[in-house]
């Protein structure tokens, strides 16, 4: 089965992706992970002006099979929280890397040394 990888993210081993857009960092899990994880039911978020570490959890992500953290793909601040995810966490199955986004954050640093999509892809196969 092939999953999506978008060409605009950068991915962690760890299923999580990132995508710069206008100064900030859109954070996500990846389709490959949200298939592995089945019908997720509850996804844990932090607040707005928390800061995250990079490749430390920030969050919670619990489907039908198991309850999953959530890696930081970058650290900084976290600028803006998908609500929609409170009431409709179902769009992490749908959309993973639309509607499905989870956080958005002011880069302290930048992507060096995450997967290229094709890295990604080659992990996930």
């Not at 932090?46 to 970058?74: C, L, N």
């Not at 995810?85 to 959309?95: F, I, K, S, Y």
Request: aromatic fraction near 8%.
């Amino acid at each position: 089965m092939s999953f999506e990888v978008p060409e605009d993210c950068r991915y962690l081993e760890s299923h999580e992706w990132a995508r710069p857009e206008n100064g900030t960092v859109r954070v996500g899990i990846s389709d490959f992970a949200q298939d592995e994880l089945g019908d997720v039911v509850f996804v844990e978020l932090p607040d707005e002006g928390d800061q995250i570490e990079r490749e430390e959890a920030f969050g919670v992500v619990e489907s039908i099979k198991a309850v999953s953290d959530i890696y930081a793909p970058v650290a900084g601040t976290v600028v803006e929280v998908n609500d929609a995810l409170v009431n409709e966490p179902e769009l992490v199955n749908e959309d993973p890397y639309g509607e499905g986004w989870m956080v958005a954050v002011e880069p302290e640093g930048d992507l060096e040394g995450l997967l290229s999509p094709a890295e990604y892809r080659e992990q996930t196969e």
